[in-house]
């Protein structure tokens, strides 16, 4: 079992940056594919990004590339998300995530809030 608690959410302009963090228990955190998928209102979720831990392999949704990173510290066993030039459309809920693959989550997080304003 892996528990996942994201954090770093809030109200933002468009044009501001963001942190998220993911701290994740359990199983070791090096095993997984780490994931951040979002789920705007009235939209079906989507991944947003995601890195292998055993090497920090990465990839990105097209609509955040060269704006979001997504790093990792296994020694720590946490997960984050930067997002730079944030955009209205980039509101939604997001959530960490764990597991064999972008396709393949098994591990879900609660969910955190980012809200950017036009």
């Known amino acids: 079992q892996v528990q996942l608690v994201e954090s770093g959410g809030g109200l933002v302009q468009a044009g501001d940056s963001l942190r998220l963090s993911c701290a994740a228990s359990g199983r070791t955190f090096s095993r997984y594919v780490m994931g951040w998928f979002r789920q705007a209102p009235g939209k079906e979720r989507e991944v947003v990004a995601a890195i292998r831990s055993s090497d920090g392999m990465t990839e990105y949704a097209d609509s955040v590339k060269g704006r979001f990173t997504i790093a990792s510290d296994n020694a720590k066993n946490k997960l984050f998300l930067q997002m730079n030039n944030l955009k209205p459309e980039d509101t939604a809920v997001y959530y960490c995530?764990?597991?064999?693959?972008?396709?393949?989550?098994?591990?879900w997080g609660k969910g955190t809030l980012v809200t950017v304003s036009s």
């Open positions: 995530t764990a597991g064999s693959g972008p396709d393949d989550m098994d591990y």
